[in-house]
């Protein structure tokens, strides 16, 4: 599972055609342009809904929205970098970014490393930079199975679930169950995409449900999201606060919304309103078809990742633009579902608008990997 990803050998030097250049080009930075107005969107929405607390905690009513800047330009280095670079040379380093993962994963467990808040260990501190490894592994794991998966190799059943195994274990305990959803969610599909035979599907969803079903009603507070989703009335001061207040705002939006800066419900009535359920204050402000437009925009830019990965020139870039676009299109579904009480609360955020570091530079970086593919989609191999 952990052998030398064997390099790409180029068969000669073709010229790529001119029009497929422009239109690559063109792709490449029409994804660009996309994410960034729903990330500075997004900052617009954070200072709406945090200068009031940011100004109580902090004394500083641009705190948070300072923060989440500087994580967008760093965010915006990563890109940039990333589409300008060969996609290709990520398979050479597939194991390296893989092994500082589980390192990473492993060091949120280490007293003087780790950062246990909110009753979760989940982050670490670096000295210069607190990062949440959870985030990076959605990355290195879909270039890691992309590089495997594109090799063709046979009989990887056994592999494929011990390597499973070492990326969510760390997770689960932290404890995250949410990540540790879409972690096995985005690997269960890139190993299908790659052509395992059906039968593994039959036996690794139930089973794989059935662990996740286990693990949902195996802690309190996890039980108390299910039967909150069961029946979100039961307790409305209680369990049920969150998911009633989500309700409220998204209930008072109507079809216009009250208007920019006139929301109620994040004058501290509904919780993590920075995070994740900060679209439930779109809702609320900007009305359904504010929160339409929203939604179209994420469609539009999993549409084009969608696009990237049928369009790439070899079985790498496919893999890897797939598993990107996977991966984002489902954090979004699961947050807006959530939302809508669809689902219970997972505790995802959403990508390029929520506040979070972690979560916006990989996002930027998918978007830099997925503008690289675009850009390259015809050359040789």
């Not at 994410?35 to 902090?58: E, H, K, R």
């Not at 280095?77 to 990333?82: E, K, N, P, R, T």
């Not at 059943?157 to 969510?168: A, C, D, H, K, Q």
């Amino acid at each position: 599972m952990m052998r030398r990803i064997k390099r790409l050998r180029p068969t000669g030097k073709k010229r790529i055609p001119v029009a497929t250049k422009s239109f690559g080009r063109r792709t490449s930075w029409n994804i660009i342009i996309l994410v960034f107005g729903l990330a500075l969107f997004g900052l617009t929405m954070i200072f709406n809904v945090s200068a009031l607390s940011a100004l109580s905690d902090f004394g500083d009513k641009f705190y948070y929205v300072k923060e989440q800047a500087q994580w967008f330009a760093v965010g915006t280095i990563v890109m940039i970098f990333l589409m300008h670079m060969n996609y290709r040379q990520l398979q050479l380093i597939a194991i390296p970014l893989l092994l500082s993962t589980f390192a990473l994963l492993a060091a949120v467990f280490l007293p003087g490393i780790g950062i246990r808040a909110y009753g979760a260990s989940r982050w670490v501190d670096l000295g210069f930079i607190t990062v949440q490894p959870a985030e990076l592994a959605k990355l290195t794991l879909i270039i890691y199975l992309a590089a495997w998966f594109s090799n063709k190799e046979e009989k990887r059943l056994t592999s494929f679930l011990v390597l499973l195994g070492l990326i969510i274990g760390p997770v689960i305990l932290q404890p995250d169950l949410g990540t540790s959803v879409v972690l096995v969610t985005i690997s269960l599909a890139m190993y299908f995409l790659s052509g395992a035979p059906f039968w593994h599907f039959g036996m690794l969803v139930p089973v794989v449900g059935a662990g996740i079903a286990g693990l949902a009603i195996s802690a309190p507070y996890r039980m108390q999201r299910v039967l909150t989703f069961l029946n979100p009335s039961a307790d409305p001061q209680g369990f049920s606060y969150h998911v009633r207040q989500i309700q409220i705002a998204l209930g008072s939006g109507g079809l216009f919304g009250v208007g920019i800066g006139e929301s109620r419900q994040k004058y501290a009535y509904l919780p993590e309103v920075t995070t994740d359920s900060i679209f439930a204050i779109i809702g609320e402000e900007f009305g359904f078809i504010g929160a339409t437009i929203v939604m179209i925009l994420f469609f539009v830019l999993v549409l084009s990742a969608l696009r990237i990965a049928f369009t790439a020139s070899d079985d790498f870039g496919k893999l890897l633009a797939g598993g990107i676009a996977f991966a984002l299109s489902l954090q979004i579904i699961i947050n807006l579902s959530a939302m809508v009480s669809l689902i219970p609360l997972t505790g995802i955020p959403l990508p390029f608008i929520s506040y979070g570091g972690s979560n916006l530079v990989v996002s930027c970086a998918m978007i830099g990997i997925l503008a690289s593919i675009a850009r390259l989609r015809k050359s040789t191999k």
